[in-house]
């Protein structure tokens, strides 16, 4: 069966792609960086939804494992994702994409509250949609944010931007030798103790049938041919009925 193209994506990115060279803060010429690559898929008619993580500006779980309560650390680390998303918010405007900021902490004049069916209405407009906050609740990643949303928007994939292109047997920054994953069932991640997504994600993508594709976010055109439906810079984590290929 021949690949058919994405119409509703959930793109999950990491906040250091927002950042400087040293990883931290945020880059005005890193977030017009990142709202270029996304801009070209709006450009292809694909509805996308975002959720950045706050690891260039604060990590909860960091913090908490320095002594501080872990409740007030995720809050200060959904405070930062909101932060991420306004920045981008601004740089995906500026180049002419519609975005709204979509917040699941109420923050009356900085963001609209999540809302499900008006995330699903802005998508179909065409509007960008930057999940922030996390899930408003402590001990949830943004990774499973990034499942959770795409689920309640009936997104048809998680796309994973990452440092490298794709699912390896072992870290390829570290092992030379390590072979990249065309595709993987959840089954077979599973079965291989391969960190796709945090557990919680990733069971919520193996429950609802939910396909992952891990890729290297930032190479020109590589997101462009990915929406389009042609993985092969990238490994696909699906249900195992191969729907999607």
Sequence with gaps: MEP????????KLSGELLAGPSGQGIDPEAVFRVAERVGEIRGCGVQAGIVVGAGNLFRGLGASRGGMDRCN???????????????LREALEAGGSPAEVQSAVPMTGIAAPFD????????????IVLFAAGT???????????????CQVQADVVLKGTKVDGVYTADPLRDPSAKRYSELTFDQALAQKLEVMDTTAFSLCRENRLPIVVFRFGTP????????????????????DRDRT
């Design 4 to 11: 058919r193209p994405f119409r509703r994506v959930l793109l």
């Design 73 to 87: 650390a995720d809050a200060i680390g959904m405070l930062a994702t909101v932060m991420n998303a306004l920045a």
């Design 116 to 127: 499900h069916r008006r995330a699903r209405e802005s998508l179909d407009a065409g509007t």
């Design 136 to 150: 408003g609740h402590p001990f949830f990643t943004t990774d499973t944010t990034a499942a959770l949303r795409a």
């Design 221 to 240: 055109g590589d997101l462009k041919r990915i929406v389009r439906g042609d993985l092969r810079t990238a490994t696909l984590v699906h249900a195992g």
